[in-house]
Nanobody, 123 residues
């Protein structure tokens, strides 16, 4: 079993930055891929980024590539998402998730989810 708790959301102006963190407890290595997803009102939950827990391979959605950076700290059992050059369309609830599937981008393959943290970007 894996438990996930996100933090770090908030309100930022367009062009600004935010840093999201996800604390992983339970059995983090039983779910080798950690991901971030987001869901805006009226829209489906979409993939943002993922990282392989052991080797650090990273994956990004085209919409955030070059602006967002995912990382993990295996000593502290945390996964972070650094978000730069934020745009109003980045506003959403951001979820940390974990899956046993290597490098998955599909929300349907993620078995564990955090409660989400709100990111608001003002124009």
């Amino acid at each position: 079993q894996v438990q996930l708790v996100e933090s770090g959301g908030g309100l930022v102006q367009a062009g600004g930055s935010l840093w999201l963190s996800c604390v992983v407890s339970g059995r983090p290595f039983s779910a080798p891929t950690m991901g971030w997803f987001r869901q805006a009102p009226g829209k489906e939950r979409e993939f943002v980024s993922a990282i392989n827990w052991s080797f650090g391979y990273t994956y990004y959605a085209d919409s955030v590539k070059g602006r967002f950076s995912i990382s993990r700290d295996t000593n502290r059992n945390t996964v972070s998402l650094q978000m730069n050059s934020l745009k109003p369309e980045d506003a959403a609830v951001y979820y940390c998730a974990a899956t046993t599937k290597f490098g998955s981008r599909s929300r349907y393959e993620y078995e564990y989810w955090g409660q989400g943290t709100q990111v608001t970007v003002s124009s």
